[in-house]
């Protein structure tokens, strides 16, 4: 069983930072592209930035030139940097990676369970 585990979000001032971090562990033979999505209060879930496991990222035009996605493959973890926060920025983030298990064997696609960033204005 594939777990992802998400960490770092809280209660910051608009302009400032927070950095996630997404662990994944459990069978993994491989992690393809990982990402983060974000759901608003009322509003739906939407994509945030994505990374896959060599290539170029991609972002929302709402976060770009403010947050960072990156990736750490040897401890197969993924990161967002978010930087020059914004009211609006206020959501649940959450990871999401897709995996080719060993046990049982198969590709899933795997979502944590969500971390809370509050920017206050």
């Known amino acids: 069983q594939v777990q992802l585990v998400e960490s770092g979000g809280g209660l910051v001032q608009a302009g400032g930072s927070l950095r996630l971090s997404c662990a994944a562990s459990g069978s993994i033979l491989s992690i393809n592209v990982m990402g983060w999505y974000r759901q608003a209060p009322g509003k739906q879930r939407e994509l945030v930035a994505t990374?896959?496991?060599?290539?170029?990222?991609n972002y929302a035009d709402s976060v770009k030139g403010r947050f960072t996605i990156s990736r750490d493959n040897a401890k197969k973890t993924v990161y967002l940097q978010m930087n020059s926060l914004k009211s609006e920025d206020t959501a649940v983030y959450y990871c999401?990676?897709?995996?080719?298990?060993?046990?049982?064997?198969?590709?899933?696609?795997?979502w944590g369970q969500g971390t809370l960033v509050t920017v206050s204005s």
């Open positions: 990374i896959p496991s060599g290539g170029s990222t």
């Open positions: 999401n990676a897709d995996v080719v298990a060993t046990s049982p064997y198969g590709y899933f696609e795997v």
